[in-house]
């Protein structure tokens, strides 16, 4: 037996206990009638089914907006060297010494 949380708690419901229960209903749950609601409950369920697919959507949207914000600064982060804007050129080796290859004999 499926029941909603908004068919009680629905805008302008009001809740009736009927007493005495009938035979067949389980004895942890109560009986009750439903009247007076501005709004039957399935569509309440689906107007906050709606809403809060709209939220995750939004929020999906937004983060990714947001790591793509963050990953864009990284790529500009100046390092201690610095970047100049004609790209990476890795340091220049001055040495005045000349490498000389040594053979070794057996």
Same mark, same amino acid.
Request: proline share 6%.
């Given at each position: 037996m499926h029941r909603s949380w908004w068919m009680e708690n629905g805008p302008g419901c009001t809740v009736t206990s009927v007493t005495p229960a009938p035979d067949w209903a389980p004895e942890d749950h109560r009986y009750i009638?439903?009247? +007076?609601?501005?709004?039957?409950?399935?569509?309440v369920e689906v107007a906050h089914s709606?809403?809060?697919?709209?939220?995750?959507?939004? +929020?999906?949207?937004?983060?990714c907006y947001v790591v793509k914000c963050i990953t864009e600064e990284e790529d500009s982060f100046d390092f201690i060297g610095g970047f100049d804007s004609y790209g990476y050129q890795g340091p220049q080796k001055t040495s005045h010494l000349q490498l000389q290859p040594m053979y070794m004999s057996k």
């Amino acid at each position: 037996m499926h029941r909603s949380w908004w068919m009680e708690n629905g805008p302008g419901c009001t809740v009736t206990s009927v007493t005495p229960a009938p035979d067949w209903a389980p004895e942890d749950h109560r009986y009750i009638t439903v009247s +007076g609601c501005f709004l039957e409950y399935q569509y309440v369920e689906v107007a906050h089914s709606s809403l809060q697919i709209v939220l995750a959507l939004a +929020g999906f949207i937004y983060a990714c907006y947001v790591v793509k914000c963050i990953t864009e600064e990284e790529d500009s982060f100046d390092f201690i060297g610095g970047f100049d804007s004609y790209g990476y050129q890795g340091p220049q080796k001055t040495s005045h010494l000349q490498l000389q290859p040594m053979y070794m004999s057996k």
